[in-house]
């Protein structure tokens, strides 16, 4: 893989102010742009805040990993998600969720870094299964390449940040134990 300069990927463990501040700006810039990961325009900041703020107190249940990527002067400039908690019946599994990279940051690699780094605690973790869906062909190009299994599309799932209904494409990847 080709590492993107001074591009570091960190496990947030506890998430302080201004690592939200910094992961809202991902957010926010992720859904005017467009992207279908939860929220509607007008994307607000307060929205922005209280989804990582809820985010980080359920990390610290330790329901789910947060990673962000930081560039060579420590802004966040990616992030990615893994849920752990999962029913009883599927400890083994995980889920990758709201994999974000601000437009100034994309194809150089970052959300490869942020996938491969998912992928490596899910297997430490001891998870063997991940699942995603995804409203974006840019990250279906991402997964596929990852080695990611698509599995197929469910229409009309969610909407645009502006309006309109929007598809989504599941893939999952089994991990070695
Ligand atoms: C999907 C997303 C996370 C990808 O992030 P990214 O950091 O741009 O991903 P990468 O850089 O690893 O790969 C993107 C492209 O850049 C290319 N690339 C990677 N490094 C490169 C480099 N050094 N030079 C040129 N191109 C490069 C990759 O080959 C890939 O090409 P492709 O789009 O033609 O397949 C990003 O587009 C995003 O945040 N989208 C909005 C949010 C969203 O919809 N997320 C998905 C939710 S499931």
Same mark, same amino acid.
């Given at each position: 893989?080709?590492?993107?300069?001074?591009?570091?990927?960190?496990?947030?463990?506890? %998430?302080?102010?201004?690592?939200?501040?910094?992961? !809202?700006?991902?957010?926010?810039?992720?859904? #005017?742009?467009?992207? !279908?990961?939860?929220?509607? +325009?007008?994307?607000?900041?307060? =929205?922005?805040?209280?989804?990582?703020? !809820?985010?980080?107190? !359920?990390?610290?249940?330790?329901?789910?990993?947060? /990673?962000a990527? #930081?560039?060579?002067?420590?802004?966040i400039?990616?992030?990615?998600?893994?849920?752990w *908690?999962?029913?009883?019946?599927?400890?083994?599994?995980?889920? $990758?969720? =709201?994999?974000?990279?601000?437009?100034? *940051?994309?194809?150089?690699? %970052?959300?490869?870094?942020l +996938?491969?780094? *998912?992928?490596?605690?899910?297997? #430490?973790?001891?998870?063997? /299964? /991940?699942? +995603?869906?995804?409203?974006?062909?840019? *990250? @279906?190009? $991402?997964? @596929?390449?990852?080695?990611?299994?698509?599995?197929?599309? %469910?229409?009309?799932?969610? /909407?645009?940040?502006?309006?309109?209904?929007?598809?989504?494409?599941?893939?999952?990847?089994p $991990?070695?134990?």
């Amino acid at each position: 893989m080709n590492v993107p300069a001074g591009v570091q990927i960190r496990c947030l463990r506890s %998430i302080d102010d201004r690592e939200i501040q910094g992961l !809202s700006d991902v957010l926010i810039d992720c859904v #005017e742009g467009g992207a !279908s990961v939860s929220f509607m +325009l007008p994307m607000s900041r307060a =929205k922005a805040e209280a989804f990582w703020r !809820s985010t980080a107190a !359920s990390a610290a249940r330790g329901e789910r990993m947060v /990673l962000a990527a #930081e560039d060579a002067s420590g802004a966040i400039v990616g992030t990615v998600q893994v849920i752990w *908690a999962q029913p009883e019946n599927q400890p083994h599994r995980g889920d $990758l969720a =709201k994999m974000l990279v601000h437009r100034r *940051a994309r194809r150089r690699g %970052i959300g490869a870094m942020l +996938l491969a780094a *998912a992928e490596r605690s899910a297997q #430490e973790a001891g998870k063997t /299964l /991940l699942v +995603l869906d995804t409203a974006s062909d840019d *990250a @279906e190009r $991402l997964y @596929e390449r990852g080695g990611w299994q698509r599995v197929g599309v %469910i229409p009309n799932y969610a /909407l645009w940040p502006a309006g309109g209904f929007c598809a989504t494409t599941y893939y999952f990847k089994p $991990l070695r134990a």
